[in-house]
DNA sequence: CTGAAAGCGCTTACAG
DNA sequence: CTGAAAGCGCTTACAG
């Protein structure tokens, strides 16, 4: 692969001229220019960015973790956020965790080695003595969708609250009174705050949330499944399940499947998460929907103000109740969406 | 950031020493060793992997670019490359192309600028002179899914003509005789390749593909609805629409409930691509599964086969029907598996 | 406007 | 077993 020795070469000028005409450097005569970047074509030439990135100590490059690839949130925010990052100018670099804190360790100790600018994370659990060191040692970071309590570290979320107080009137005044949810893991933030929205959101219509109608699950299709059995073999099942997340809905949807019991006759069912297919499944899930998008895009340039010098800051926006069929028919009255 | 060159004035070493104890090369005395250790541990000191690549000219990373990552298929694909790399000690990075010629043409040449050891590629398109270019300049390349006629990389992809045979015969057995097909852009192989097969399966019954029965669609859930809606329209509308990936057939479905038809007593459907979601959906759809998993492994072996100077196979595997209720009631015995 | 030279953080023959 | 030194491909003050 040609080299900028050998477009110097080509051209007659110094690597010195080669490079600043790469870098649309201002002082360089058009003439050399013209030579330069005849050159550049004649070779097919590409600068290396390695050797740029050494020499100049910076990779315009971002890293970002997220919890699971296989669920289409993180999928979506993934995404938005490559696409925030390539209209600013960096690329990014996406490491999966599949909810494991050693894969999650593993992939920021990658990109931490390739000296990624600035990290991005949303983070499976409470925080590993390498992430924490990392955002101590100065490294810009931002977290979305979950974060770490206690670090100084700008974050970018969803409150949904509010979506879900709206979720449980709608259940409430669907004469629902028995609601069980599916947590996410304890050592994340969206695993406990959903159970504590939902909990604070059942007293305000002066309902319990009884320790056998929390059901610990990870976020997984598979422990929705789980807990979604137990709930069922419970001598009062609940009337509604309420998956903390896209993925353990599915898993629920299989155990109720799997007992021959109808949705919503004979248990209703709502996710936190929307997903398109939640439109067309049988039925059309109720689901409380983020503004996935504009989160990624948030936390991007949350981070790129960080890397370059700016303050970054923490950003909250609100998530929304989307109601379909799947918790019971329902006043039009309530109704925030149809499909 | 602590350098090598810290660590040996710590360790009281050279650096030739601390980058022989980093890289377990064997001739290092015992005491130099822990010194270097400890100087390592001392200091929180991680080797800057830009400088190495620079140096020895590998950056043991791999890059990945495919059509779609909001594509559970992709998503899946893409998750079985990453493991399979980290197990063979690469990392991978991924390029989103958005089924965009010039957003894959952006992320090759970023790859490329990165010096990335290996590509994978699931192209979008015939082929860019970029990509051409880096394929007949000896970048190690594989294609996976998708691939460019007449370009010398190996191939790891499934073969769908058998499944898409018993899919017909599904249904002609159903008593469907106007079978149409919302195709991939014409420009990727898998785009022609399952209409072609498609066509062939249907000349073995005796039933024509007739040109308005061929839906131009680019793989996006969108064109999937609008291809619908155009066959839904015609004077004759087809009996079963056959969605050449899980995308596509996500916008027909949006299209028949958007005429208030049912699926399969109005109209059948079915997919290439298999995804958890198809056993939930009203009614569970009837699709073609790619044995997702192993084709990434195999890519990415066949790919790191050429990076360290093997010759890397091409690998088929075969795809197969997965029949639920889309097309209609079916006698058990067509039937090859049910959920 | 242009070039020679230093240096980014590593690795690796080459000597000893 | 160990160190001095060269060099990977760039960028960027410093002189001119």
């Not at 390739?114 to 955002?135: E, Q, Y």
């Not at 979720?167 to 159970?195: C, D, K, N, Q, W």
Request: net charge negative; aromatic share 4%; with cysteine.
């Amino acid at each position: 692969m040609a080299s900028i020795k050998d477009v110097a070469a080509e051209a007659g000028v110094s690597v010195a001229t080669v490079s600043r005409v790469l870098n649309g450097h201002p002082s360089v005569s058009e003439d050399a220019r013209r030579r330069v970047t005849a050159a550049v074509t004649a070779l097919g030439y590409r600068p290396n960015a390695v050797a740029r990135s050494l020499r100049t100590d910076q990779t315009r490059t971002l890293g970002l973790v997220i919890s699971d690839v296989l669920n289409p949130y993180f999928t979506e925010l993934a995404r938005s956020v490559e696409e925030e990052a390539r209209a600013l100018g960096y690329s990014v670099i996406i490491g999966n965790a599949d909810e494991r804190p050693d894969l999650q360790d593993h992939h920021v100790r990658t990109l931490l080695d390739r000296r990624i600018d600035g990290l991005l994370v949303s983070p499976t659990d409470g925080g590993s003595p390498l992430m924490l060191d990392a955002a101590r040692a100065g490294t810009p970071m931002v977290f979305v969708d979950r974060w770490i309590p206690g670090v100084d570290v700008p974050v970018v979320r969803a409150d949904g609250r509010e979506a879900v107080r709206d979720l449980v009137a709608h259940l409430h005044a669907l004469g629902h009174r028995r609601l069980a949810i599916i947590a996410g893991p304890a050592a994340t933030t969206t695993g406990r705050e959903r159970v504590d929205a939902f909990r604070e959101a059942l007293a305000d219509f002066g309902l319990e949330l009884p320790g056998a109608y929390i059901g610990q699950g990870d976020f997984q299709a598979e422990s929705g499944r789980r807990v979604t059995e137990g709930f069922l073999d419970l001598p009062e099942p609940p009337e509604v399940v309420f998956a903390a997340d896209n993925l353990m809905v599915l898993g629920a949807l299989d155990a109720v499947r799997a007992r021959g019991l109808r949705v919503p006759d004979d248990i209703a069912l709502a996710a936190f998460d929307d997903i398109r297919w939640f439109v067309h499944t049988d039925p059309p899930i109720t689901a409380i929907a983020q503004p996935t998008g504009e989160l990624g895009r948030a936390a991007v340039r949350a981070l790129i103000d960080r890397v370059e010098g700016r303050t970054g800051q923490s950003v909250t926006l609100p998530a929304r109740l989307v109601v379909r069929r799947s918790c019971g028919a329902h006043p039009t009255a309530v109704q925030r969406s149809t499909s």
